[in-house]
């Protein structure tokens, strides 16, 4: 018979009257302030962080070792920053390091201050809201126009909103899309609009049927036959979800402007957009390709900034004054009714 194990002897527990001194902070203290229920001046204690953070008590909360491949919920505490010199304060250094080889860190704080001056308006995005995370994990209107190629093929390959026929799936996962043509198909979609994809360049020909050569056969072209599961094909027309589409699309600007939009209609003003017969029964839109990767131009527009240039950018941006923005939209501002999709068309 086995000898009864002795149980461990209670270990008593240090307590400081006054954790928050110098000494006694690395011998304990500390510890004793981020397990303390009390309140105490220039710290913070596990009790305050689990009813600001999560809500909840601290006895409804069992602390446990992080170890590899463990979840964590938002606003866990990781860790801690120690003090790397007696004589300065515990720090996180926050820097861009831009890409390209010998590209220096750069200080962050011109562009922040920017965006902290967006997210104080009711303007440019909703008050209150995040500038640095998308609400619900989706994105805006404006981060998917700016986001990569890789990026939006991630986007678009994964998005359940864009229906995409399997030829064309493998066109846009070897990189042989434009990312004007995905941005245009997530644009539809984050606009509540569930495009269907019936030609890429896998499957059009090289010319186009009045002979010239297809935007299809670089990449650079898009066929849709359906949005929201509504064909094209005997829906077009004012007030159509065909003629919403269109006009959607014509508000894109800049580098992001079709080069052609071809249905069976025609608006005034716009100089993309074409009629011909032979589209009745889906949207063409193409995109003029800018420039031949190869070309001396190409390579000058796809080269990053100088090192000596990223000082230059980020100098200039904190030089320049911040506006004063309106905090909400003028009294003036006439409020523009949001059209059903497959409702008449009252405006943009």
């Not at 002897?9 to 006054?18: D, S």
């Not at 820097?95 to 220096?104: D, M």
């Not at 297809?214 to 599961?229: E, Q």
């Not at 390579?299 to 980020?314: C, D, E, F, H, M």
């Amino acid at each position: 018979q086995e000898a009864p194990v002795a149980a461990p002897a209670p270990a008593k527990e240090r307590l400081f009257a006054h954790p928050a001194r110098p000494r006694v902070l690395p011998a304990g203290g500390q510890d004793q302030i981020l397990n303390s229920e009390m309140a105490i001046p220039g710290y913070e204690s596990f009790g305050s962080y689990f009813t600001e953070v999560y809500g909840l008590d601290r006895s409804e909360v069992v602390l446990k070792r992080l170890v590899r491949g463990r979840r964590v919920i938002a606003g866990t505490i990781l860790g801690r920053i120690g003090r790397t010199s007696r004589s300065t304060a515990p720090h996180l250094l926050f820097e861009v390091r831009p890409a390209g080889r010998g590209a220096p860190r750069i200080d962050p704080k011109p562009i922040l201050d920017g965006w902290k001056l967006l997210e104080s308006t009711a303007i440019y995005r909703a008050q209150g809201r995040n500038a640095f995370t998308a609400s619900g994990g989706r994105a805006s209107i404006g981060q998917i126009l700016l986001m990569s190629k890789e990026a939006l093929q991630r986007r678009v390959l994964s998005n359940p909103r864009i229906e995409l026929y399997s030829c064309g799936r493998r066109d846009i996962e070897a990189g042989i899309i434009d990312r004007r043509v995905l941005a245009s198909l997530e644009f539809l979609a984050v606009g509540g609009m569930r495009p269907t994809v019936t030609s890429l360049r896998c499957g059009h020909g090289f010319y186009t049927a009045s002979g010239n050569v297809s935007h299809h056969s670089s990449g650079h072209a898009v066929d849709i036959a359906k949005l929201n599961g509504i064909p094209v094909l005997g829906h077009q027309g004012e007030g159509s979800i065909t003629d919403l589409a269109v006009r959607r699309l014509l508000t894109l600007q800049g580098t992001m402007k079709p080069a052609q939009i071809i249905t069976l209609m025609t608006y005034d003003g716009a100089d993309n957009t074409l009629a011909m017969a032979d589209h009745a029964d889906h949207i063409h839109l193409g995109f003029q390709p800018r420039f031949d990767a190869r070309s001396p131009e190409g390579r000058r527009v796809q080269a990053v900034l100088r090192p000596s240039q990223w000082i230059k950018l980020i100098d200039r941006l904190g030089a320049i004054d911040n506006p004063t923005v309106r905090l909400r939209p003028s009294k003036y501002a006439i409020r523009v009714p949001v059209p059903r999709a497959s409702g008449p068309h009252r405006g943009e």
